[in-house]
């Protein structure tokens, strides 16, 4: 079935280091949303991309949607101790009202 | 101040009971949903709804139903609750599929 996953599951950063977490749907997706969920917390919406080869940036977060809008990733440079938590990318697939979720990379930083 | 709230943040519940879980949105968004987080998996659909009285299964619904009577509101119910059913339960809903979710606090349900 279609399916959204994420690596890695696990991001170890040491502060000020850079790191790149990706998502891959197996299908083409309608849009591509990023969440964040800090430790006890809810998943908080980040951004939303929907234009194939679509690149935001928010402060130190760069997003960036696939060619084929079947691929994400987020970049975050000189993570810092707020970045700590799980990021989640999620998407409904063309002509579907599901929202999906990949599993996650949970990120912890060594200050 | 956009809100979903859910009914309960714990939940101790016995083998074999009936178990409702009540979600409330304040913001007439017309998509609701109901996930299961558990450590390693993400979150994972259970069910969704659309419209009001309109559900479809998402990935994961054995063992789960839904009940949406009125727009704002969407109930998860666990016929008859099982251990492999522990876990967080997390509804969002939606204005349409190109918007951003909101969250509940989600509810931590144990079933002993």
């Known amino acids: 079935g279609q399916q959204v996953m994420q690596i890695p599951q696990y991001q170890h950063v040491q502060e000020g280091e850079d790191f790149t977490t990706y998502c891959n749907s197996s299908?083409?997706?309608?849009?591509i949303q990023w969440y964040k969920q800090r430790p006890g917390g809810h998943p908080v919406f980040l951004i939303q991309?929907?234009?194939?080869?679509e690149v935001k940036k928010q402060k130190r977060l760069t997003f960036q949607f696939g060619e084929a809008k079947k691929n994400s990733s987020l970049h975050i440079t000189a993570t810092q101790t707020t970045d700590v938590g799980t990021y989640f990318c999620a998407g409904p697939w063309v002509s579907d009202y599901k929202l999906s979720f990949g599993a996650g990379t949970t990120v912890t930083v060594r200050a | 101040d956009v809100k979903v709230t859910q009914s309960s943040r714990y939940l101790v519940k016995r083998t074999g009971e009936k178990v409702f879980l009540e979600c409330v949105q304040d913001?007439?968004?017309?998509?609701m949903f109901w996930y299961r987080q558990d450590p390693g998996l993400g979150l994972r659909l259970i069910y969704f709804?659309?419209?009001?009285?309109?559900?479809e299964k998402g990935d994961i619904p054995e063992g789960y139903s839904v009940s949406r009577e009125k727009k704002e509101r969407f109930s998860l119910i666990l016929e008859s609750a099982s251990t492999n059913q522990t876990s967080m339960y997390l509804c969002?809903?939606?204005?349409?599929?190109?918007?951003?979710?909101?969250f509940g606090q989600g509810t931590r349900l144990t079933v002993v």
């Open positions: 709804s659309y419209d009001v009285k309109m559900k």
């Open positions: 969002a809903s939606n204005r349409g599929m190109n918007t951003e979710a909101f």
């Open positions: 299908t083409t997706l309608s849009n």
């Open positions: 991309l929907v234009k194939s080869g």
């Open positions: 913001m007439d968004h017309e998509n």
